[in-house]
């Protein structure tokens, strides 16, 4: 992509509305812009991103066996009624009536939408497990939207809901999409830790928080110290007993704040972390909290009828992109993973108009591009002062930097962005190096 042609307003300035780094530096690098409160447009550059961290989730969550859905945003106020939550859900659920006096509703979850296609489509206990999810915006009417995507009203967020016989196998259900959690927030770069959680309206007997450690967290979080360095599950066949992993992790001490047993915690000493935290994702496991009330029945083995037993497994994917700034960043912006850049490199042209710098760019532009990688090409015909100051905003990984003088030598500069550090390579070989691993 050529910058003079890309839709990027970056702003020098830091907005005053925004009280936290990632809400701060996705406004300053164009990726994100307020439409009403707690309501964002994604610009270009937000939304490649977002995409990026949307596939990673996909990518972990087919691998753990769950089958992707499109369930609406829109949903009928009929079902709730059933659930029994219409009446319980409270003010955050954005209540719609239609022309024909009915009463629907911007879905704030979707329990009870899957519920309806489960019961609807299978009858048999031979029809099941069955995991189904969806990557789709929700909308909360938050009393306090702050802090950008953080705590958005409308918001991105994968749902998975799982659907098995018997609370073994459903057990089962849910220690795959716990494993599959570690492995998805770790290919984003971030470490998030499981914490025994309280399973709030969502009901349910088993809960768990993937908390990211942050300053700027809303809750306060205790963990075991080794739970930060403890390497994710690899190669993992989701056929097998998870138990023995999900047992390895919850096993070390790690707990939210309404969860906490400070006696307990206590014995850790020096072992205990105490922090703040940003909750990334949930995982519920609630029986048949929802399937008794609907009737979702499957015929068992011997012919009987039994309400199915479920999970509901939550990714907030835009929070996601905040958490991600948050835990990765400088006073200069966004230092971005490279598994979830926007794109791998940006190419900067220092002198734009000269013969040899738009020569070498062009070609440098062309190849890396041939060698699969996403290029973000700073052509504009702009002070180098401001071509770096927003290739150091938007944080892509690498930087290659194309100058008049180098050139004459055939020599060009590659930084990478996390460490600074720099290097002069021929322009094969900055080329061959960026495109040498995938
Ligand atoms: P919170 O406690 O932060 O309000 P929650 O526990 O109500 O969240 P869940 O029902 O567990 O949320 O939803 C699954 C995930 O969706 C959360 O783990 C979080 O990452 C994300 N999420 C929830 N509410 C919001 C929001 N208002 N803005 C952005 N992401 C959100
Ligand atoms: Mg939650």
């Known amino acids: 992509m050529r910058l003079s042609r890309y839709f990027l307003p970056t702003l020098k300035e830091t907005p005053t509305e925004a009280q936290i780094v990632s809400h701060r530096l996705m406004l300053r690098a164009g990726m994100i812009r307020q439409h009403a409160a707690g309501i964002y447009n994604w610009l270009p550059m937000g939304t490649r991103v977002l995409q990026k961290i949307e596939q990673i989730v996909r990518e972990e969550q087919n691998a753990a066996g769950a089958q992707e859905i499109i369930m609406p945003t829109i949903q009928s106020g009929e079902l709730w009624k059933e659930s029994g939550r219409y009446d319980d859900y409270g003010p955050e659920m954005l209540r719609i009536t239609d022309r024909h006096e009915r009463d ?82 770790a290919r984003m770069g971030l470490r ?58 919850t096993s070390l001490y790690a707990a ?54 479920m999970g509901s497994y939550g990714i907030g994917v835009s929070r996601c992109v905040a958490a991600i700034i948050e835990a990765s960043h400088d006073e200069k912006g966004i230092v971005w993973p490279e598994s979830v850049a926007p794109f791998h490199v940006g190419l900067i042209n220092l002198k734009a108009g000269n013969a040899g710098c738009d020569e070498a760019c062009a070609n440098i532009y062309k190849a890396l591009q041939a060698g699969g990688r996403d290029v973000l090409y700073d052509d504009r015909d702009e002070r180098a ?14 930087q290659l930097v194309v100058g008049p003088k180098g050139i004459e030598k055939g020599l060009i500069e590659l930084k990478r962005r996390d460490t600074g550090a720099r290097e002069e390579l021929s322009i094969e070989a900055a080329v061959a190096k960026l495109t040498a691993a995938g």
């Open 192 to 249: 998030a830790v499981p914490m025994k959680a309280d399973s709030g309206p969502i009901g349910g007997d088993l809960s768990h928080e993937f908390i990211v450690l942050a300053d700027t967290g809303e809750s306060a979080v205790f963990c075991h110290k080794e739970l930060l360095e403890k390497p994710v599950p690899e190669n993992v066949d989701y056929e097998a007993d998870l138990q023995p992993i999900v047992d390895e992790w």
């Open 256 to 309: 939210t704040d309404d969860m906490h047993d400070a006696a307990a915690a206590e014995k850790l000493g020096g072992q205990l972390v105490s922090a703040r935290g940003i909750e990334v994702g949930q995982t519920f496991h609630f029986g048949t909290k929802y399937s008794v009330p609907m009737k979702a029945l499957v015929a068992g083995p011997g012919g009987e009828e039994v309400p199915v037993q």
């Open 104 to 185: 629907m509703l911007y879905g704030p979850t979707h329990e009870e939408v899957v519920t309806d296609i489960f019961r609807n489509n299978i009858k048999s206990y031979r029809d099941i497990p069955k995991n189904l999810y969806q990557i789709h915006w929700k909308f909360r009417d938050e009393i306090r939207p702050r802090f950008g995507l953080m705590r958005g009203r409308e918001f991105l967020m994968k749902d998975a809901y799982s659907f098995d016989i018997s609370y073994e196998r459903s057990k089962h259900a849910y220690n795959q999409m716990f494993v599959a959690y570690l492995r998805t927030f």
């Open 385 to 398: 002062g401001v071509k770096f100051a927003d290739v150091e905003l938007i944080g892509l990984p690498w």
